[in-house]
Structure formats: C-alpha cells, structure tokens
C-alpha cells in the first residue's frame, strides 16, 4: 500500500496566506493539532479552508489560534479515511493529548472568522 500524504498547513497570527509543506516531520509536543479530513475538487472543504485561514490570521494574543497546526488529509489516498469520511467531508478533528482524534462539530460555512476562532479555542479548553 502507498503512503498516504497529508500536507500540514501551519498558520501564524501574522502571515497571510497559508503556509503548506508535504512533511512526515513532528511538530513540538506542546503544540496543539487539528486534522482536516478533506479531497481536491470539495468545494465544502475549499470553504472550510478559507475560513480557517482567516480563523487563523487574526490577531495574536490569548484568544488566537498561533500554537496550532491544521494537518488537511486527502481522504484519497487512504482506503480507511476514504471509507470513514466519504460522505461526511469536511471532516475536522483535533487530537489529543494522547494522540487521539476527537471529531468537532461541523462548522457552517455561514460563520464569521471570529466565532470560528472562539469554537477552535473552546474545543481545545
């Protein structure tokens, strides 16, 4: 079976559009992760990627998103996620401390970035 690829889509406070790397590369422990579940050609996941982009850029301080890393996974090139999520994309999960995946409540398109932000923040309090 190929390896699957996922790409790690780092945002900062500051830095305006998304910084994407392919990486098999571990982040510092300390650092807390989201995981998209996602495919090319969804425009639902496009949508949810702009949003947590803008979720992402605004400013720093206690209220911001700077510590976290959003890993989008292409759910084709793993049977399992492919099998899991097809009907379901975008998927979005954090893991936790253990390493886990905990699936979030999907987020309407319809949100600011703003509560965007206080959903991500409140899911990782």
Do not use: F, M, T, Y
């Given at each position: 079976m190929a390896a699957a690829i996922t790409a790690t889509l780092v945002f900062a406070a500051r830095r305006r559009p998304l910084a994407c790397s392919l990486s098999s590369s571990s982040t510092p422990t300390n650092t807390r992760r989201l995981v998209l579940y996602s495919k090319p050609g969804c425009c639902l996941c496009d949508g949810l990627k702009e949003k947590l982009n803008a979720a992402f850029s605004l400013s720093p301080g206690s209220d911001s998103l700077n510590d976290v890393v959003l890993q989008v996974r292409d759910i084709t090139t793993n049977p399992v996620w492919e099998r899991a999520y097809q009907y379901e994309?975008?998927?979005?999960?954090?893991?936790?401390?253990?390493?886990?995946?905990?699936?979030?409540?999907?987020?309407?398109?319809?949100?600011?970035?703003?509560?965007?932000?206080?959903?991500l923040l409140a899911a990782f309090s």
């Open positions: 994309i975008p998927v979005l999960a954090k893991e936790n401390s253990d390493g886990k995946e905990e699936i979030l409540p999907r987020l309407s398109p319809r949100l600011s970035a703003e509560i965007i932000q206080k959903k």
